[in-house]
């Protein structure tokens, strides 16, 4: 399966970087995106892997929405068969508001 990134889930992954990169080191930035990766390629060989995520009130549109924890992220993606592609919708902060998954920053 092939992946497709939101700009969102884009976005998220490079503010992952940024901030473990200014707060921490550039070396443990880069073990938190990498992890984040490595299970995303994970997703393309087996999708169904993450649990059916609750759908956020007032957002039917992303009903089926799934999810995979990776350390403190949730990797939030719905799959898509008919495409054979999985859309990446997310990266998001396990411990932000869940009511805020899916609003820009």
Same mark, same amino acid.
């Given at each position: !399966?092939?992946?497709?990134?939101?700009?969102?889930?884009?976005?998220?992954?490079?503010?992952?970087?940024?901030?473990?990169?200014?707060?921490?080191?550039?070396?443990?930035?880069?073990?938190?995106?990498?992890?984040?990766?490595?299970?995303?390629?994970?997703?393309?060989?087996?999708?169904?892997?993450?649990?059916?995520?609750?759908?956020?009130?007032?957002?039917?549109?992303?009903?089926?929405?799934?999810?995979?924890?990776?350390?403190?992220?949730?990797?939030?993606?719905?799959? !898509?068969?008919?495409?054979?592609?999985?859309?990446?919708?997310?990266?998001?902060?396990?411990?932000?508001?869940?009511?805020? !998954?899916?609003?820009?920053?």
């Amino acid at each position: !399966m092939k992946v497709i990134w939101s700009s969102l889930a884009k976005s998220r992954l490079k503010q992952v970087h940024e901030y473990y990169a200014e707060k921490v080191s550039v070396k443990v930035a880069k073990s938190i995106t990498q992890s984040i990766l490595d299970s995303i390629r994970l997703l393309r060989k087996n999708p169904q892997l993450g649990k059916v995520e609750e759908t956020p009130e007032g957002l039917e549109t992303y009903r089926g929405l799934r999810c995979l924890i990776e350390g403190d992220y949730k990797i939030v993606y719905r799959v !898509m068969d008919v495409y054979d592609a999985i859309d990446l919708v997310t990266i998001f902060y396990t411990y932000r508001d869940p009511d805020k !998954m899916l609003e820009e920053d």
